[in-house]
């Protein structure tokens, strides 16, 4: 008969098994996979666009509980900067250029983003380096591909599927533009009766800015 200790060992053997065994063969919990980061509902970004080496520097305004964001666009050595780009969530934007009184407007049928627009549906992608930052990357509807810091979890860039890509300079949450000037299309963006004045497009690549994606509950 074996003594006392090493029967009690291999009684807590057969019922719990070999913890040394049970080590091996079961690694650690992995980490839960990382979610993006919700958009502040107000905030104000500088990017810095390039488009097929076409440069461009934007200031974007996003105001989630006003229903609406602007984008105030200097295209490189433009003479007639700056250009603006006004979206609403009732799905109309204007794009004009106070420097020549020209404007154009689109009803797109899509509202302005939520805060948590690429939560649904994204694809984690893992951490990759992204303008020197070590960044959390998710893929949207094979749309667009979205850089977030992984210590910070500011937004660092943003490409899409056309190669239009957005490096974020500066963001600034809470950040609110007051001047309700800025907001308001011009006069000459309206036709007789308020009705929308779609003038013929001038020949600047206006679309990309921010993406626009219908989300599930829009309709």
Sequence with gaps: MPPFPLLAVLLL???HG?????AAGNPPDQPPTPTPTPWPHQFHAKLL???KGNLSLADLWYDWPGGRNLHVIRYQLAADAPYYDAEWNNGTSFFYTPARRACRSAAVGVGILRPDWLAPGAAYLGRAQADGFDCHVWAKADFI???EDAQTRRPVKWVF???RTAHVMSFEPGAVLEDAAQWQAPDYC??????????PADGRDDQGFIPRIRMPSEG
């Design 161 to 163: 599927y056309t190669g």
């Design 190 to 199: 309206f036709a007789a009766g308020n009705d929308l004045a779609s003038e």
């Design 49 to 51: 666009m390039d488009y």
């Design 13 to 15: 053997l057969l019922c």
């Design 18 to 22: 070999d913890p040394r065994a049970a």
């Design 145 to 147: 591909t979205y850089y």
